[in-house]
């Protein structure tokens, strides 16, 4: 498998493991010191993957989540980095009734070590995010 | 093309034909003795290409449907065979009003014979199935 | 990076420059003499790629947009010309408040001059399109 195929899948697989709440599936994704910028959706700067992971736990994990992504726009920048941007969709049925629905992009580095890909700096920009009541 | 590419389309296609309701087209996409698995929706296992023509045949032709795929995780497991991960959203608008919008993943295998890549099962797990009356 | 995946990056470009309006970003994508095809929409055919910029800009710059393409049946025709089919979805809110939902297929034809790809011919099919009230 060539790179961007191998990086299309990282992201693929991203979205699975959120989805269907496979936290331990999801950690070797992230870079150990991988920074998620999710500003763009009024929250903050996550430092580190496994606080990311704490993150996700906290905040996902009782709510029904789909998260889309698409068209990929990746590029190799040396033999073990590259650079990438996703069209995304993300729905969140919030245990408590409310939903959110958004659109956007996310705008990411990745870096290859040990012949394993993945996510260095991901960053979430916004188009839509819209909410219905009652918030989580 | 490459094998990758290669079953990428042959989803592409079933999500055409299926939406387009072009029966004839959607045939070869599949293997003769295809197993479809759609008790992860209410439904239940259809074996058999033919068989799974007549299902949809009798209950999607009359209705408007969209049926997306997303963020494919494909591997090859031998020259001619592989399997495939896939998000996917589909939506049916009833003929009759109501419509249902659902996401999930599909989970598939693939055989290549002749030279040509063909699907051999294919089991559709859901994160969410939305229906509005009125019920077909 | 090989023809599809180009081409497959040139339909991404399309739909992230437009749903962020970066309209000088968007000009390349397309042949000087491209043909676009907007009456499955209720539009009408545009020749030429300035006056669909122009259409653009009249039409979508001050809507919020989102534009997502899916699983690309691309078929290289010759080392310089391609086709290609996308299943989309688009979203508007116009700015007076109401909302357009679309479903469908984009046709379209590529070429490639000067080592660059580009679209010359887009057609959009639909399977549904929805409008809430306010109309634009």
Redesign the interface.
Same mark, same amino acid.
């Given at each position: %498998?060539d790179d /961007? +195929?191998a990086l $299309? #899948?990282l $992201?693929? @697989?991203y979205? @699975?493991t959120l989805? &269907?709440k496979d936290w331990d599936g999801m950690r070797p994704i992230f870079a150990d010191d991988a920074v998620v910028d999710t500003t763009g959706s009024g929250g903050g700067v996550i430092t580190g993957a496994d606080a990311f992971m704490t993150f996700l736990r906290e905040h996902l994990a009782d709510h !029904? &989540? !789909?998260h889309?992504?698409? %068209?990929? +726009?990746i590029t190799l920048t040396s033999p073990s980095t590259a650079t990438g /941007?996703w069209?995304m +969709?993300d @729905?969140i @049925?919030w245990a408590g009734g409310g939903e959110l629905i958004g659109?956007g992009?996310y705008h990411e580095t990745y870096e290859k070590t040990g012949g394993t890909w993945r996510i260095k700096t991901t960053t979430l920009t916004r188009? #839509?995010l819209d909410m219905t009541e009652p918030a989580p």
């Open positions: %498998m /961007i +195929e $299309k #899948r $992201k693929a @697989r979205c @699975r989805d &269907t !029904v &989540t !789909v889309h992504c698409h %068209m990929p +726009e /941007i069209a +969709e @729905r @049925r659109f992009h188009l #839509r």
